[in-house]
């Protein structure tokens, strides 16, 4: 075994937001479970990373619940459950040191948000020397209000706002930022297919 899934964040605590009815793809957990379930047939680690902000009130801290993974996925015995506080899956955790215990060595990566926790974990991923694979299709965020747009929009004021980054341009932004330099971009099917190939 030298390959890992890291799913990032597929958590309730989105589903608790306002903002969750404009998230890019709304079934993110039926693409998540087909990574998990190829994973596991290929006998690869998958790892599970939830954003916890204890103390902070809102959906992300623990207290309320929220944090947790989503209903629709399962957690096998054995497979790790880390809590990360800061953006990426690695600074808060022990996530390298359970990687390089295991000798993993390539990462394919998946979860909430394509542009915020998974872009920053592929970066940083890429940058420890990990061969890292996104799974874009897998991966789901939100609007981006403009910097300049004033705080607390609500989900119809930032729609409406044509400074508003959609959610599909987030997404290719992160596919552009990302291939070539630390992450190669894939598809579930893809993976999927190039799996079958190595039976």
């Not at 215990?101 to 390539?106: D, H």
Request: charged share 25%; hydrophobic share 40%; glycine share 6%.
């Amino acid at each position: 075994m030298t390959r890992a899934l890291i799913v990032i964040d597929v958590q309730e605590s989105f589903r608790a937001r306002p903002l969750w009815e404009t998230t890019s793809d709304l079934k993110i957990a039926d693409r998540v479970n087909r990574l998990v379930r190829l994973a596991r047939r290929s006998g690869d680690l998958v790892v599970w990373v939830l954003h916890s902000e204890p103390g902070s009130g809102d959906v992300f801290d623990p207290a309320l619940g929220h944090v947790r993974l989503m209903e629709e996925l399962e957690r096998a015995d054995g497979e790790p459950l880390i809590h990360k506080t800061s953006h990426n899956a690695f600074t808060t955790t022990n996530l390298r040191q359970l990687l390089t215990e295991r000798g993993i060595r390539e990462l394919t990566v998946c979860g909430i948000r394509t542009e915020q926790c998974v872009e920053t974990t592929a970066r940083l991923a890429g940058d420890f020397g990990y061969r890292v694979t996104v799974a874009i299709d897998a991966t789901a965020t939100n609007p981006i209000p403009h910097p300049d747009a004033p705080a607390g929009l609500s989900v119809a004021e930032l729609l409406a706002d044509p400074r508003t980054l959609s959610a599909e341009e987030v997404i290719r932004r992160t596919e552009y930022a990302l291939a070539g330099r630390f992450a190669t971009i894939a598809t579930v099917d893809r993976l999927e297919a190039a799996a079958e190939l190595q039976v």
